[in-house]
Nanobody, 122 residues
Framework: VQLQASGGGLVQAGGSLRLSCAASGRTSSIRTMGWFHQVPGKDRELIAAITWSGGTTYIADSVKGRFTISGDNAKNTVHLQMNSLKPEDTAVYCC????????????????WGQGTQVTVSS
């Protein structure tokens, strides 16, 4: 499975961005896709996830009410809609996929895409 993330950029505080992650290859093996937030010097944090079949979603408390995750099965793509962005949301955002069954909030994943930089200016 290969993952291609896009949609990062520079935005002012209070603005919005939409990240996309397109999966290719053995996409039939995917059960869950997720988005991680990584800041230098800190652990990578799972901030959103979605199950591929039932559309169950997980949103971390740190972004709940501002970020939403959605999936387009026909296009093998997951989107992360980020609203009301804050400077502390500045990070590299990575998408990931896994084929094994586990709790949706677990951070263990099989496949990783490259990160996309999101910078929020104050």
């Amino acid at each position: 499975v290969q993952l291609q993330a896009s949609g990062g950029g520079l935005v002012q505080a209070g603005g919005s961005l939409r990240l996309s992650c397109a999966a290719s290859g053995r996409t039939s093996s995917i059960r869950t896709m997720g988005w991680f937030h990584q800041v230098p010097g800190k652990d990578r944090e799972l901030i959103a996830a979605i199950t591929w079949s039932g559309g169950t979603t997980y949103i971390a408390d740190s972004v709940k009410g501002r970020f939403t995750i959605s999936g387009d099965n026909a296009k093998n793509t997951v989107h992360l809609q980020m609203n009301s962005l804050k400077p502390e949301d500045t990070a590299v955002y990575c998408c990931a996929a896994r084929g094994f069954r586990t709790s949706i909030s677990r951070p263990e994943y099989d496949y990783w895409g490259q990160g996309t930089q999101v910078t929020v200016s104050s």
